[in-house]
């Protein structure tokens, strides 16, 4: 079973969540960190393990709907899909690297189509009133254009902690006590994979427990 297809379909929206084309270029590291993370896909494609993750992420950098421009990041991919035991280490030599979807995706979310030119006829207000425009009282026919109305004030929202931001896509958390589940993403706050072997890494370790790796961000 492959989850290409899926994997892919969760970065098209991840991509729309940003306001950003799909053809928009993404780096390596963003793409694995922040927009399609091990927490966001392990909920959203119901992977079982981080071995799944790793193989699917591989898998997708390797999918004709994925334009590399560095050949180099196109043929490591490809020898550790050949390895007994494909892992995303190689992706920290690659992790500036650009990747983007416009060889699969062109013409889904390119560039708009332009208007169709608003076809030849009567003004609006010919087919309306019914009458000439030599008919027309000033003042009476014009369309009355009222002054809009002060809102309220606005009200500045509270400045969120600088150290509260999502583990998996680093979005601002709500300033409140308690908040578990970031509201952007879903990734449970409590809990965060290590990206070299998967098991939990608490808030504030810089290495992981069981294998060691480095924990950036």
């Known amino acids: 079973m492959t989850h290409t297809p899926a ?14 084309p799909l053809n928009a270029p993404v780096a390596v590291a963003e ?12 909920e959203a494609l119901g992977l ?8 699917a992420l591989l898998r997708l950098l390797d999918d004709a709907a994925v334009q590399i421009e560095e050949r180099a990041l196109r043929e490591a991919v490809r020898r550790e899909l050949g390895s007994p035991e494909p892992g995303l280490a190689i992706l920290q030599r690659f992790s500036a690297s650009e990747v983007s979807l416009a060889a699969a995706m062109k013409g889904r979310r390119s560039e708009p ?10 003004a609006p ?16 026919d014009d369309l009355e254009v009222l002054p809009e109305k002060p809102g309220p004030a606005p009200v500045r929202p509270r400045d969120p902690d600088p150290t509260s931001r999502c583990i ?5 958390l709500p300033a409140r006590d308690g908040v578990r589940f970031c ?28 294998c060691g790796a480095f924990q950036q961000g």
């Not at 793409?31 to 392990?42: F, N, S, T």
């Not at 079982?48 to 193989?55: G, I, S, V």
């Not at 207000?125 to 009476?140: C, F, K, N, V, W």
């Not at 504030?204 to 069981?210: H, S, Y």
Request: charged content about 30%; hydrophobic content about 35%; some cysteine.
């Open 7 to 20: 994997l892919r379909a969760l970065l098209e929206r991840r991509l729309a969540q940003e306001d950003l």
């Open 125 to 140: 207000s010919a087919y309306e009133t019914e009458r000439r425009d030599t008919d027309r009282i000033p003042g009476l």
């Open 168 to 172: 998996a896509c680093d979005e601002n």
């Open 183 to 210: 509201p952007a993403c879903g990734a449970d706050q409590s809990q965060w994979p290590c990206p070299s072997c998967g098991e939990v890494v608490e808030r504030g370790w810089k290495f992981c427990a069981m």
């Open 48 to 55: 079982a393990t981080k071995a799944e993750y790793d193989l």
């Open 113 to 122: 189509e332009p208007e169709a030119a608003a076809p030849a006829g009567p």
């Open 31 to 42: 793409l694995h960190k922040r927009l399609v993370p091990y927490a966001v896909c392990r």
